[in-house]
């Protein structure tokens, strides 16, 4: 099973900023928060990464908690194209889990 | 090309072949993943390959499923006796190691049809 809950769905007007919430409170020491993305028909497209520090890359921003209980991802401009279904997932050494994920409709 | 290379990208079977679906990893990833998703649902984890590791196989949903990684590079995912409720599509991943310190990459998979 997954470790992680987010919510079922997220509505964002295209050039705001997109902030999607994970839960992943027993997440253990080592375990590093990925996320990734499916756009419908397509394999899952790598975001980013992190294990406790806030990450940031050309794409998004990974916020973590202090305790690490939680993030976000932020996607700091979003437009139409980043319509998809967002995967969290924590895991260190073995496979990716992925649960049902947030599925991200960017409105015009 | 510099990505996971999966073929075919579209396989039609009668129930009851056994089909075989074939994934190229990234030039020098140790690690490889199977999944499977089915229409509108999530993905299923089904095996995962590390080095010269055993793989996990905890995924598989029965044994008429089975794969293999020849060489440390290329896998195939082997269904027997395919039934309809295999129907799906197959993605493959690799990775330079294992989770936590590296990403894995996806191919787009193979959709199989069983008719």
């Known amino acids: 099973d997954a470790k992680t809950t987010q919510p079922t769905s997220m509505d964002c007007a295209e050039g705001r900023a997109a902030n999607l919430p994970c839960n992943h409170s027993?997440?253990?020491?080592?375990?590093?928060v990925y996320w990734y993305r499916q756009i419908h028909s397509q394999g899952p497209q790598y975001i980013i990464h992190?294990?406790?520090n806030n990450e940031t890359n050309e794409m998004a921003s990974l916020i973590i908690t202090e305790d690490r209980k939680s993030s976000t991802l932020i996607l700091p401009h979003a437009t139409l194209r980043d319509t998809a279904v967002y995967y969290c997932?924590?895991?260190?050494?073995?496979?990716?889990?992925f649960g049902p994920g947030t599925r991200l409709s960017v409105l015009p | 090309g510099a990505g996971v290379s999966q073929s075919p990208s579209n396989k039609v079977t009668e129930k009851g072949k056994d089909v075989e679906l074939r994934c190229d990893p990234i030039?020098?990833?140790?690690?490889l993943y199977w999944y499977r998703q089915s229409l509108g649902q999530g993905l299923e984890f089904l095996i995962y390959?590390?080095?010269?590791?055993?793989?996990?196989k905890s995924g598989l949903p029965s044994d008429r499923f089975s794969a293999e990684r020849t060489g440390g590079s290329v896998s195939t995912l082997t269904i027997q006796r395919t039934q309809q409720e295999d129907s799906a599509v197959y993605l493959c991943?690799?990775?330079?190691?294992?989770?936590?310190?590296?990403?894995?990459?996806f191919g787009q998979g193979t959709r199989l049809t069983v008719v």
């Open positions: 991943a690799s990775s330079l190691g294992r989770t936590g310190w590296s990403v894995a990459f």
């Open positions: 027993t997440i253990s020491g080592n375990e590093y």
């Open positions: 992190g294990l406790k």
């Open positions: 997932i924590v895991t260190y050494g073995q496979n990716f889990v």
């Open positions: 030039s020098g990833h140790t690690a």
């Open positions: 390959f590390q080095g010269n590791s055993a793989p996990d």
